[in-house]
């Protein structure tokens, strides 16, 4: 990484601290790697790279999850999600739906972590994607979901998540979050 910043490579020292910090939490050293991604979103803001700073955000987000801070987390994924929806980037922002889905699953708004849930499915199924790394975080999503809801309940909230179209899902994710989808 050190050898990104000497050569004055800011991308190069995004991706290899981006890596670092999977592997660092992969190994189980969470503190590392959330301190890896705090320095890398200061260089990712300072280099106006807004898709690596959203990538940061939703990992930074999932880490905030993992320690229970669920406020911290719902904000990070919601600054996430923003950005990529306003690049355009479809499956980040799919993916980003299920990451916020997973939070609302385990506070008190089941029912729209249910219609985000599904959204992020349909759109993910549209774009002919199927992310190996969030099919578990999904399942266990939708197995919180089913526990919470019942199947009726359940039912009745994923046809209306995958009747949602993709700004609506994001503007409800955002106001689920208590954030304006400006």
């Not at 803001?45 to 955000?57: G, P, V």
Request: proline residues 1%; glycine residues 8%; hydrophobic residues 45%.
């Amino acid at each position: 990484m050190d050898d990104f910043r000497d050569l004055g490579d800011d991308y190069g020292t995004l991706a290899a601290s981006f890596n670092l910090a999977w592997a660092c939490e992969e190994l189980g050293d969470f503190e590392r790697a959330r301190e890896i991604r705090e320095e890398s979103l200061s260089l990712a803001r300072a280099t106006f790279d807004e898709h690596s700073e959203a990538h940061i955000l939703n990992s930074l987000g999932g880490s905030a999850q993992r320690e229970g801070r669920f406020a911290d987390a719902l904000a990070m994924l919601g600054d996430a999600l923003r950005i990529f929806r306003n690049l355009g980037d479809r499956f980040h922002t799919a993916a980003t739906l299920s990451e916020v889905a997973s939070v609302l699953a385990v506070t008190d708004k089941v029912r729209t972590a249910a219609r985000l849930l599904a959204s992020a499915r349909a759109l993910l199924e549209e774009l002919g994607i199927r992310p190996v790394w969030l099919q578990k975080t999904n399942d266990e999503t939708l197995a919180n979901i089913r526990a919470q809801l019942g199947e009726a309940a359940f039912a009745q909230a994923r046809e209306q998540g995958r009747a949602m179209t993709l700004d609506e899902a994001v503007a409800l994710a955002l106001e689920s979050g208590g954030f304006r989808a400006g």
